[in-house]
């Protein structure tokens, strides 16, 4: 086991994460043409991804975090460390604790083993929306947001130019509850957390970006 392994790892996690919801600005506008010569531009940023499908991309990102704790362990055998420090940096975080927990409950349908997070996690219904964006380094969203249309030929009521924006995200929104039906966690924030949670517990064992 190297380093090299981890790192991949730590790239096909971001892969996951930034194909889980289209970018803001790439989501084609819809123009309408009516029989009177105007016409109306609109933006649908619900998409039309059915709710089996929003699970699927949820759980693949789950999937990809989860994959990264075995090879660490393999890591710190294969340095003569202890490979115990995995699982006490996942308790210790309750995001990741989280992620763990709900990626096992989606592979096994069931936890067989004590919950790394102290509950039962279940993740709710997912949709797919548009928010301020969010940074794990703080803890944070945006204070503010804006999104501008792309520029429209008036003539023609062609879209000439893409959208912008700044402040904000399409991502991935669903709750997380625990076995009595407590909300615990918002999927959209305990993703990203446990992201930069791995990232830093890997760097403090000497493994770059």
């Given at each position: 086991?190297?380093?090299?392994?981890?790192?991949?790892?730590?790239?096909?996690?971001?892969?996951?994460?930034?194909?889980?919801?289209?970018?803001?600005?790439?989501?084609?506008?819809?123009?309408?043409?009516?029989?009177?010569?105007?016409?109306?531009?609109?933006?649908?940023?619900?998409?039309?991804?059915?709710?089996a499908a929003l699970e699927v991309a949820a759980n693949a990102i789950l999937t990809e975090i989860i994959?990264?704790?075995?090879?660490?362990?393999?890591?710190?055998?294969?340095?003569?460390?202890?490979?115990?420090?995995?699982?006490?940096?996942?308790?210790?975080?309750?995001?990741?604790?989280?992620?763990?927990?709900?990626?096992?409950?989606?592979?096994?349908?069931?936890?067989?083993?004590?919950?790394?997070?102290?509950?039962?996690?279940?993740?709710?219904?997912?949709?797919?929306?548009?928010?301020?964006?969010?940074?794990?380094?703080?803890?944070?969203?945006?204070?503010?947001?804006?999104?501008?249309?792309?520029?429209?030929?008036?003539?023609?009521?062609?879209?000439?130019?893409?959208?912008?924006?700044?402040?904000?995200?399409?991502?991935?929104?669903?709750d997380v509850f625990d076995e009595n039906g407590s909300k615990v966690g918002e999927f959209q924030r305990?993703?990203?957390?446990?992201?930069?949670?791995?990232?830093?517990?890997?760097?403090?064992?000497?493994?770059?970006?």
């Open positions: 086991m190297t380093e090299e392994v981890i790192k991949h790892r730590l790239n096909r996690i971001y892969v996951a994460f930034e194909a889980r919801a289209p970018k803001l600005e790439d989501i084609a506008p819809r123009v309408d043409h009516h029989s009177d010569g105007s016409w109306t531009m609109t933006h649908d940023l619900g998409t039309n991804r059915s709710q994959g990264i704790e075995d090879r660490t362990r393999n890591l710190l055998d294969a340095r003569g460390d202890d490979r115990n420090k995995v699982t006490q940096f996942i308790k210790s975080q309750f995001s990741v604790a989280l992620v763990h927990d709900l990626s096992n409950t989606d592979k096994h349908d069931v936890l067989t083993r004590q919950p790394l997070s102290g509950c039962r996690p279940i993740l709710g219904e997912v949709s797919q929306g548009l928010t301020l964006q969010y940074d794990p380094a703080t803890g944070s969203y945006a204070s503010s947001g804006e999104f501008i249309g792309g520029a429209v030929d008036t003539w023609t009521g062609q879209v000439v130019s893409k959208p912008t924006s700044t402040g904000l995200e399409m991502t991935l929104c669903a305990i993703v990203p957390d446990t992201i930069h949670a791995w990232e830093t517990f890997l760097t403090s064992l000497g493994v770059a970006k």
